[in-house]
Structure formats: structure tokens, C-alpha cells
């Protein structure tokens, strides 16, 4: 097992400092479990906008968690595993060295919301839901058959793939409106649109598979067996 | 097939008058299709604040029903049904001589959202998620293991079951947190807590089953087909 330690989210984990270690030491005396080491997440230093304030802080978050395994090893207990880090954190967090292990776990889709409103760069968006257009009432107005039961605008609503001018400006249960500009002008009852999700964690648990493709050519599919079971 | 008149929401559907009976007239015409009705969904009203408003309105609304039903039955079309309403509405549209089926589904719930932001009357919170203490950082806080992936925030925050002076203050995709008030300062970690839905419609989609109780007993598990088929 691992220890939790609150670097400073303030959500769960025990404290750094002496009641981490007076936790550390009483859960390695335990039978039929093995301390191998700690985890922190510094979820709330994600959306410090300076890259060098960000830096800092995330570097003091990361040193709660190598003092907390010094002391550890001090008293010749286990702390093997440093685990730490988010999508919105790990191009700070992986250069700290203390840290063994990243949880950057949303990084793989690379959300707009990760790299919209916390600064990481060098990805390309990956997850994208196929939509259909049900509705054009209007020149500029294009109603989607896709809703917050398929795609979630929590944290950040979707954007156009191949339509950058074009806007989600309306989610409601089962339904998206667009504000069409460009060529999206166009479109017609029954074509396809591609999505991208603006935060990925909200949008695949509402969803039973993946279809993996690559140069636009569906690959594999992938069940998403985690779904509706978390709590 | 029944056919849906944009009565107002402004999203999907014909307009009522001429466009309306035109695309009847049309319909009726086509091999293999029955035309039976109309439908209309007068969502733009749920939130209006004043009863006596909200039933002027939603009367005009329905009116425009009435009138393209009145227009079919002139034209020797059927229109045997004219169905309208939602959980929000339906105190009102329901007393409309015209409809002759509601939807009110979500109404079975009865949800905090209807009832404290729609002023849905006379019924009782139907949905609760069962949720954990896994964290009591402080007197007055707890952090529960129901976050984003198992209740929706969004339309209403979700409230406290037997605990009412408590409040949800904070979700994330993994943890939900309180403001502990009166003998809710009692909990500890591995406490169970019942949330009260806010709006069950993206609730519900995250979960497989149905736990149905009547007085305190579990009757029956209902598995929720539905969920994950949108779109």
C-alpha cells in the first residue's frame, strides 16, 4: 500500500510531517499489509496561470512529499513509490525528482481544458464525439443530436473539429446548438460532426466503448469497463 | 408518427401554421408511415417565476397545438394526439384541454431542481445516491467518495438527506464536500450518507441499476437499460 498525503488540495490524505510518519509507522506494524511508499496530488496548482509561479509551487508541494519519504526512510521504513501528478501538472511535476511515478491519466485525450485553461502544450486533441445534425432553423443555427447525457460541458464546452469559427453555445439533456460560421454554413439535416470533448473524465463515463482510429481509419474498439463503477 | 411543433423552445421541430400543415400533408402521403398526432415541448417556460405568468404562458403555448391540430383535422388529417409537458410544466400544461398525454418523466423523481427552481408542487424527493465518509479533515468538513462521475452538480447541487443544515460545497470528479452542520459533526470516516439528486437526468446516466425501497426496504433492483444508448 501507499500512503495519501495532502500536499495541499485539502480533500483527503493525512497531513505531511509527524502525522504522516506516526501513520507510516503504525500501518507497517500492521499484519497483511506492505508500506512500499507515498502518493500527493497537486490538483490545486493546476490553474496557476504563471508557468514559472506554477513551477514553484508545484516544486514545494513535491518537496512535502520528499521530506515526508526522508523521514520515512529515516526510521527504516518502505517508501519506494513517490506517485504524484495530473494532466494539468505533469510537465512541472516530472521534473522533480523525488517523484517516481506520474497519474497523469487524462493526458492520453489532451482535453482543451488542459490545454485552454492550464498552459500544457505539445498535445493534439484526442477524443472526439460523432454528433448529428437534427435541426437548422436558422442560416447560423444548427441543432446536434448530442446533449449533456452524451458529452459533458462541465469544465469546458466542446469544440467544432474542422469548424474552428464555429461554437457550441447551448447544451441542454439532449441536445447541442451551434453558431455556424465558415463553410459550416452548409451543413444539412443528417450530417456528421465531429466534437471534441472539452474534459474527458465527464464525457467517457457516459459511454459504453472507444473507437480507436488512426489516419481516419477506425482500428480497434475498446470496452470502458470502468464505467459506473466508481464510488 | 406524431410530429413535433416548435412551440417556443426554439430547438427542434416545424413551426406551427402554414409550415406545420404543410409537412403533415406531406407526411400523410408517404407509404408506410402513420401520422397520428402532434407534439410540442414547452421548455423555455419551466423557469418562470410568477405562477399566474407561467400558466399565460404555457396556455399560449399549447394554444399553437391546439390551432395546428384544429388546421390537420380541417384538412382531413388525424391528430389523435397531442402530447406536451415536462416535470417542470405539467401542473399546468395538464389542466390545457387540447394535450392528451404528458411527459413528465422526470417527474417521478420530483427532484430539488423542480421543486426549488420550477416550483413543482406537492410531491416528494424520490432519488438518492448512497455515499461514503472517507475524509474528516476538519470539524465542520467531510469529504465523501460520490464526485462528478457518480452525481451531477449540474442544474442543482445535490442536498443532504436527515442532515438539512448541511451543505455540498464543493465537487470534484471523485469527492464531494460538506459543510457539516448540527448532529451531522458526529461522522466519521466510513459513515454512510444519502445525497438527494439535484436533477436526475445526468444522474442517472452514469449508474447501471435502480435500487428501489418503500420504507426503508429494498423491493426490487431495476437495471437502467437506457443509459448509454443516447445519441
Same sequence: chains 1, 2.
Avoid at 54 to 66: C, P, V
Avoid at 76 to 81: E, K, P, R, S, T
Avoid at 101 to 111: C, P, R, S, V
Amino acid at each position: 500500500m501507499i500512503l495519501e498525503i495532502n500536499v495541499g488540495l485539502d480533500r483527503v490524505g493525512v497531513l505531511p510531517g509527524r502525522d504522516a510518519i506516526e501513520l507510516a509507522r503504525a500501518t507497517a506494524e500492521l499484519d497483511g499489509l506492505e508500506l512500499v511508499g507515498i502518493m500527493g496530488y497537486e490538483g490545486h496548482l493546476l490553474r496557476v496561470e504563471d508557468p514559472d509561479e506554477k513551477r514553484t509551487q508545484i516544486e514545494a508541494s513535491m518537496k512535502l512529499l520528499e521530506e515526508t519519504r526522508d523521514a520515512m526512510r529515516g526510521e527504516g521504513l518502505c517508501c519506494d513509490i513517490v506517485s504524484a501528478g495530473g494532466t494539468g501538472s505533469y510537465q512541472y511535476t516530472s521534473d522533480c525528482p523525488a517523484v517516481t511515478e506520474l497519474q497523469a491519466g487524462g493526458g492520453i485525450f489532451a482535453d482543451p481544458m488542459y490545454q485552454l485553461q492550464m498552459g500544457v502544450t505539445g498535445l493534439e486533441y484526442g477524443l472526439t464525439v460523432l454528433a448529428t445534425v437534427v435541426s437548422r432553423p436558422e442560416k447560423h443555427r444548427a441543432v446536434l443530436d448530442s446533449g449533456r447525457k452524451t458529452l459533458s460541458p462541465d469544465a469546458h464546452l466542446p469544440l467544432v473539429k474542422n469548424h474552428p469559427e464555429t461554437e457550441v453555445v447551448r447544451m441542454s439533456a439532449e441536445h447541442c446548438e451551434l453558431q455556424l460560421a465558415g463553410d459550416a454554413v452548409d451543413l444539412t439535416i443528417g450530417d456528421k460532426i465531429e466534437l471534441i470533448v472539452g474534459y474527458a473524465d465527464f464525457t467517457t463515463v457516459l459511454h459504453d466503448h472507444f473507437f480507436a482510429c488512426r489516419g481516419g481509419v477506425l482500428e480497434e474498439v475498446w470496452e470502458i469497463a470502468g464505467r459506473g463503477k466508481l464510488q
